[in-house]
């Protein structure tokens, strides 16, 4: 008989003391949501730390040199003049957020349809002859900046890391007929990191220079460039 009232004390004693644990914990846990500092901080630690995981380089590019080979297509500048580039570049990234480079470029040129048909004019008259110039080659020093980065599944064979990146620089271009003439460029472009020591680049720049003519008045000549561009990291 004692046994049984003391189960029964036992377990009414239980019964009670549930609800009072539980409304102490949800007192507690009220005064932790209404703490809005403490809530804020831990948001901003767990999503700060969610990102590094997601978004963390594959590829490591501090104090790193950079070399590659690119092909461009020039848009605009003369009318008469198609041109096209062979480019040996190379970026020095000091972190992989910064880099500086240098932009040397071989230029080959042929006139359009329109221009040959000019060109070839029979009248010794012609204007064509005094204004037609096109560049050979130009070198140029630039800064890169690399805000923005992430992966993308390449045709599910590997995961690769990619940047998205804008540039600036000056340096001299070489003409033919009016020498060398300074140039300036601003642009931006897609970098993939294939591997430790692979890269490739999409790159867009404007440019812009002048030439002069034979009556030594200046033209300015504005051009935008897309390379492709293969490279090797040292």
Do not use: C
């Not at 950079?66 to 580039?85: C, I, N, R, W």
């Not at 020498?179 to 692979?198: E, K, R």
Request: proline fraction near 3%.
């Amino acid at each position: 008989m004692k046994k049984r009232n003391l189960l029964i004390v036992t377990l009414l004693s239980v019964m009670f003391a549930i609800p009072v644990f539980a409304r102490s914990v949800s007192e507690e846990m009220g005064e932790l949501g209404a703490n809005k500092k403490l809530l804020e901080r831990a948001r901003a630690v767990t999503a700060k730390n969610r990102i590094r995981i997601v978004q963390k380089r594959a590829v490591d590019r501090d104090l790193r040199l950079e070399t590659h080979l690119g092909f461009g297509k020039l848009a605009g500048g003369d009318p008469y003049v198609d041109s096209s580039q062979l480019g040996i570049n190379m970026d020095f990234h000091f972190t992989p957020r910064w880099s500086l480079g240098a932009r040397y470029s071989l230029y080959r040129n042929r006139l359009t349809s329109e221009g040959e048909r000019i060109f070839n004019d029979a009248s010794t008259n012609n204007p064509f002859r005094d204004v037609y110039d096109y560049a050979n080659s130009s070198i140029l020093g630039t800064v890169s900046w690399y805000p923005l980065y992430g992966k993308v599944n390449m045709f599910d064979i590997k995961v690769v890391q990619f940047d998205i990146y804008t540039l600036a620089g000056a340096g001299q271009i070489d003409l033919e007929r009016s020498g060398s003439q300074p140039i300036w460029t601003v642009g931006g472009g897609l970098g993939f990191w294939l591997n430790n020591h692979l890269s490739s680049r999409f790159e867009i720049r404007y440019q812009s220079y002048q030439d002069t003519l034979s009556n030594n008045a200046k033209r300015d000549i504005e051009q935008t460039l897309f390379t492709f561009n293969i490279g090797v990291l040292l």
